[in-house]
Nanobody, 119 residues
């Protein structure tokens, strides 16, 4: 069963914007941190932005001032608004959460969504 479903990726020109969404399953009893990570070809997966259930956020230095993470706790959904996109933002973006499905808090990953920024 898929617990996290991402959407919103695509192809955009440099300077453009995209908004990613991550919908967590309604089966979660509780969700703590939700976040976005990205992985470019041949590189490790890195944190982009995270947000706690209370709204505290943390960003990678490379996206500060350009990306904004938010969440709607009522919808179990997190968003990543990406502005002023650069070619180096090209990667597969993965949603991540620490949530409880009723048998303890565990880490979950989405299937990933491709973001491609052309120069």
């Amino acid at each position: 069963q898929v617990q996290l479903v991402e959407s919103g990726g695509g192809l955009v020109q440099a300077g453009g914007s995209l908004r990613l969404s991550c919908a967590a399953s309604r089966s979660f009893v509780s969700i703590n941190v939700m976040g976005w990570y990205r992985q470019a070809p041949g590189k490790q997966r890195d944190m982009v932005a995270v947000i706690t259930s209370r709204g505290s956020t943390n960003y990678a230095d490379s996206v500060k001032g350009r990306f904004t993470i938010s969440r709607d706790n009522a919808k179990n959904t997190a968003y990543l608004q990406m502005n002023s996109l650069k070619p180096e933002d090209t990667a597969v973006y993965y949603c991540n959460t620490y949530g409880d499905l009723g048998y303890g808090t565990r880490q979950y990953w989405g299937q990933g969504t491709q973001v491609t920024v052309s120069s």
